[in-house]
């Protein structure tokens, strides 16, 4: 895992799923289990976009992708990836990135979709507008 301060730039980041700022100064950090997602899906252009739905592995505490149906424990909507994040260029290397737990969400604008089994998951802590 590196864990070293440098500053890159990503262009741009679209968090216009944020529908308040309600929430925006408490995302909690939490290790992406990089090997759990997508190339193609999840950071085709190299970084993981904000708003990206998250669920905590059993096992070992990390994050990965939100999919309703596994049964590792991503099957419960945990969050959303709050700010864009750097994939490492090693799908086997971790990274860390702030996770939004309490707050409002714009469900239309999500970079991928959450269905309704998963909005349920986080009700009273994440409202969907």
Same mark, same amino acid.
């Given at each position: 895992m590196d864990l070293t301060q440098k500053r890159e730039d990503f262009g741009s980041d679209d968090q216009s799923?944020?529908?308040s700022r309600h929430g925006l100064n408490n995302g909690k950090a939490a290790t992406l289990d990089v090997s759990l997602f997508t190339k193609s899906e999840h950071y085709p252009e190299g970084f993981f976009k904000s708003g990206i739905p998250l669920a905590k592995i059993t096992a070992t505490g990390k994050v990965g992708p939100y999919d309703g149906a596994a049964t590792d424990g991503r099957g419960t909507l945990y969050g959303f990836l709050l700010t864009t994040v750097k994939a490492p260029a090693d799908p086997s290397t971790d !990274? !860390?990135?702030p996770v #939004? #737990?309490?707050g409002f969400v714009k469900a239309s604008n999500l970079p991928i979709e959450v269905d309704a089994a998963g909005q349920a998951d986080v009700a009273g802590r994440l409202i969907f507008t």
């Open positions: 799923w944020i529908a !990274v !860390v990135g #939004l #737990l309490h």
